[in-house]
């Protein structure tokens, strides 16, 4: 089907086209686009134009291109969700509508860094409690959490049967956090978390690494959660001042 009918740039229409096939299910995710020469030819378009488009559909990341191979539609992100406000995993999962729920890896009483003492704004922290969880999403694992709790602030027995944290911590301890300042940092590669959360060796994660604070200010909890880039998708609002 040519799409020379309307005045916009040409890749701009190929990107839409692309999108609609998607939509619509012609192209599923996973599923190989056809090669460049077919697409460009059913479009009629230059394949340089084809390019461009599949270029920036790839920076968008709705397909992945692999050298020598073709092009692949890439899965729709299942939850999508804004950071300006501190949400648990759990409530993310939910508001997709699907089951959350966790499974536990590892737990263990470390002694903190000087680094981590820093972080926790406390020279006299003595122990940190280590819990390594793979969070689920209908029984599908897509995050791989890593939380860094002071000892004492949660039951640990009770932490395995607890899938958040937040809850947890505020029953027992009666700590309730307030706000998180978040870094973002994708990951390319991670030998352990990606074979624990089944990622394809193509694909990447997205880290997000958090301080939790309550009202009064105090560090209580620090969490490194990789999510798959796959199933999650993060969003900011920004208004102009």
Request: aromatic share 10%.
């Amino acid at each position: 089907m040519s799409i020379k009918s309307d005045s916009r740039h040409l890749y701009l229409q190929v990107i839409d086209v692309i999108k609609q096939d998607i939509e619509s299910g012609k192209y599923k995710a996973n599923e190989k686009l056809p090669s460049e020469f077919e697409l460009s030819k059913n479009l009629g378009v230059s394949r340089a134009t084809l390019r461009e488009a599949l270029r920036i559909l790839e920076e968008d990341n709705v397909v992945t291109r692999k050298h020598g191979v073709g092009t692949f539609v890439n899965q729709k992100p299942i939850v999508s969700s804004g950071i300006e406000q501190l949400t648990s995993v759990t409530y993310m999962i939910e508001q997709a509508g699907k089951k959350p729920g966790s499974q536990y890896f590892s737990t263990e009483i470390i002694e903190p860094t000087e680094e981590e003492r820093l972080m926790f704004d406390s020279e006299n922290l003595t122990q940190l409690v280590k819990l390594e969880r793979i969070r689920t999403a209908d029984g599908e694992p897509v995050v791989f959490c890593i939380d860094k709790v002071p000892k004492g602030l949660i039951p640990i027995e009770a932490a395995h049967t607890e899938d958040s944290l937040f809850k947890l911590m505020e029953n027992h301890a009666g700590k309730r956090i307030s706000y998180a300042v978040t870094y973002i940092e994708p990951v390319s590669y991670h030998e352990k978390i990606f074979d624990v959360l089944n990622c394809d060796f193509d694909k990447s994660l997205l880290l997000l690494k958090q301080m939790h604070y309550t009202e009064d200010d105090r560090p209580i909890l620090y969490s490194l959660n990789y999510f798959r880039s796959d199933v999650f998708s993060f969003h900011v609002f920004r208004k102009r001042i």
